[in-house]
C-alpha cells in the first residue's frame, strides 16, 4: 500500500505541474509578464471526459478525468477531477472569475490534492494583487494573467478568434498563478496532427511548452481541436526521466 501511495502522489504531481517550479519571486520582471490584449472567442459550455494513460516508475497506470467548462454573464467557471484505479479522486481543482477585455479573468483558483489540504490562489482586482494562501509571496496584476486550469482556455479562445495566427513556430506568452508562485508560460505552435479520440479522429493543433532552458521539468504537449470548438482532445505531460501522463479525449457533452 505505501508504494502505491507513493505512486499516486507521482502520478498527481505530474498531473499538477503544467511547468518546472520557477524560482520564487515577490515580482516578475516586466519582460516576463506579458500582458497583451488579443482577439479571443469562448468556446460553448461542455462537459468533457478524458482517458488517462500514465506511466510513472515503471508502472502503468489508468484512470479518467472530467473537465466542466461554464459560462455566461460575464463571468466563467472550470472545474476538474481526476480519478485513477485503487485510489479514487486524486485531484480536484476550480478556476472561477470573470471575462474581461483580456478574456478570462481568474478571480480564484483551488487545488484539493489527495492527502493535502486545499490551497486557494487569490487575484485581487481591487488591489491588483495575486496572493497564495501557500506563502506570504505576491505579484502585480497588469492584465491578462491566468491559473494553471484557466491558461488553456485562455488560449484556446484564442486560436478560436484568430487560428490564421496560430501557424507552426509561432509562440504565445502567458503569466500564470499556480499554488504558490507565478511564472511565464511559453506555448509554441507545432503542426496539425490527428488525434484518436472516442470521438473519432480529429486534426488538431499541437503546441508545446518546455521548461525554461536553465531548469529541469516538465515538456507539456497540448492539442487543440479545431472541428471540436478546439476544445483540448489530448494532453501529456512528459517527465526527463521518462515518466508521463497522457490523458486523450473521450467525450463531449455540450451545455
Known sequence: MKEHMRISTLLLAAMLSYSAQAAIRTEAPDNEHPSIKRPYNLPPAADLSYIIKAKQHGLNINGEATVTWRHGGGDYSIGTESRVALFGKILENRSEGAVDDYGLAPASFYEKR????????????????????????????????????????????????TPDKFKPGSSWAYFVAGRRDAEPWIFKVVDHETVHTGQGDVSALHLVKTPPPDQKGQQVDLWLAPSLEWYPVRIRFNDDDGDFVDQTLDKVTRK
Do not use: C, M, V
Request: no cysteine.
Open 114 to 161: 489527495i492527502r493535502k489540504d486545499a490551497t486557494t490562489t487569490r487575484f485581487l482586482r481591487d488591489t491588483k494583487t495575486i496572493s497564495f494562501s501557500e506563502g506570504d509571496d505576491s505579484y502585480n496584476i497588469k492584465g491578462g494573467e491566468q491559473d494553471r486550469t484557466s491558461a488553456p482556455w485562455q488560449l484556446l479562445a484564442q486560436a478560436r478568434a
